[in-house]
Antibody, heavy 122, light 110 residues
Framework: EVQLVESGGGLVKPGGSLRLSCAAS????????MNWVRQAPGKGLEWVSS????????YYADSVKGRFTISRDNAKNSLYLQMNSLRAEDTAVYYC???????????????WGQGTLVTVSS | QSALTQPPSASGSPGQSVTISCTGT?????????VSWYQQHPGKAPKLMIY???KRPSGVPDRFSGSKSGNTASLTVSGLQAEDEADYYC??????????FGGGTYLTVL
């Protein structure tokens, strides 16, 4: 069974940093792209970032470019999101999601984790 | 403001059919066959229901179908059941390595 388990969320002050993790199991991690999608409280979904299977390609939404960094450790079946210079508008549940391994942003995500809540507030 | 436009709500009685629209532009929905649909129950993670406009992942009932005409994609749920009540989000590749989502539609089963 495919499992994606996010961790690392919490309360952080504006301007602060946080690192999210996603532990994957139940599938061959090295053959899929991995992605982050967020959802602000009571709002819709927003794609955040994607990374290809070998980390050759990394893509970011304009709203996080220059502040967030996506990475993965294939030996540990893990995905990460380093978030710096956090703003109130980054407050959201962050989902880890699996996608096809392509040279572009995957057009869909077939498995999702349960999410981890990030709250940016003073 | 979402790049793709969905109606905020839709409803139907059990057994009926409901169609949810997702309107974009020629740069996203109209330009690529990369429209997907997700179902999200309150407090739960999204679930992929349709990908590449009309394909169904394994395990998704054939009551769910997708289509596209021009810049508008549609999700049709036939034979409505109580468990279909949820938020539904469309998404589309929009070129330049960006992915857009719609604002979501809450489907109520009356």
């Amino acid at each position: 069974e495919v499992q994606l388990v996010e961790s690392g969320g919490g309360l952080v002050k504006p301007g602060g940093s946080l690192r999210l993790s996603c532990a994957a199991s139940g599938f061959t991690f090295t053959t899929y792209s991995m992605n982050w999608v967020r959802q602000a409280p009571g709002k819709g979904l927003e794609w955040v970032s994607s990374i290809s299977s070998s980390s050759s390609y990394r893509y970011y939404a304009d709203s996080v470019k220059g502040r967030f960094t996506i990475s993965r450790d294939n030996a540990k079946n893990s995905l990460y999101l380093q978030m710096n210079s956090l703003r109130a508008e980054d407050t959201a549940v962050y989902y880890c999601a699996r996608g096809a391994d392509t040279a572009m942003v995957p057009p869909y995500f077939d498995k999702w984790g349960q999410g981890t809540l990030v709250t940016v507030s003073s | 403001q979402s790049a793709l436009t969905q109606p905020p709500s839709a409803s139907g009685s059990p057994g009926q059919s409901v169609t949810i629209s997702c309107t974009g532009t020629s740069s996203d929905v109209g330009g690529y066959n990369y429209v997907s649909w997700y179902q999200q129950h309150p407090g739960k993670a999204p679930k992929l229901m349709i990908y590449e406009v009309s394909k169904r992942p394994s395990g998704v009932p054939d009551r769910f179908s997708g289509s596209k005409s021009g810049n508008t994609a549609s999700l049709t749920v036939s034979g409505l059941q109580a468990e279909d009540e949820a938020d539904y989000y469309c998404s589309s590749y929009e070129g330049s390595n960006n992915l857009a989502f719609g604002g979501g539609t809450y489907l109520t089963v009356l």
